[in-house]
């Protein structure tokens, strides 16, 4: 009798060291930051997970510009707790090379959940926080 085993890889099977909320990377405020390898969920980096700190409540604007306009990448933000803030696509917008949020969020450390959407979907992609007023003008935080 023989038995066959399918080898299936998890989308995340290799997702590096940002593939999990805990292991987070930091996210500094109002500076573009590249992840070089993006996410690809054919290839096992499905997911990637970074962080940043939030001085105050307030609104807070999440924007993403991507490589590969074609690949569907979602972005998810989160509070210190895991609640989801609020969620969005690049396929929601006319130009799919760019994705943004904005959301009110409360102080302390927020999270991005960024993640390619389906098998065929693959992208570098580069990252800004900042910290919004009416008008989307950047409000410092207090000295």
Request: charged fraction near 25%; hydrophobic fraction near 35%.
């Amino acid at each position: 009798m023989f038995v066959v085993t399918a080898a299936c890889a998890s989308s995340d099977s290799k997702t590096g060291t940002d593939g999990k909320r805990h292991k987070a990377l930091e996210l500094p405020l109002e500076e573009w930051t590249i992840d070089e390898n993006g996410v690809n969920y054919s290839e096992g980096d499905r997911t990637d997970w970074k962080k940043f700190e939030v001085p105050r409540q307030g609104p807070v604007v999440v924007e993403l510009l991507i490589d590969r306009p074609s690949a569907t990448i979602n972005v998810a933000l989160f509070d210190s707790r895991g609640k989801l803030i609020k969620e969005g696509n690049n396929r929601l917008g006319k130009d799919r090379a760019t994705l943004r949020l904005e959301a009110e969020a409360s102080q302390g450390i927020c999270f991005l959940q960024i993640f390619a959407r389906g098998s065929g979907d693959h992208s570098v992609y580069s990252t800004r926080i900042t910290l919004g007023g009416p008008g989307g003008e950047y409000i410092p935080p207090p000295e």
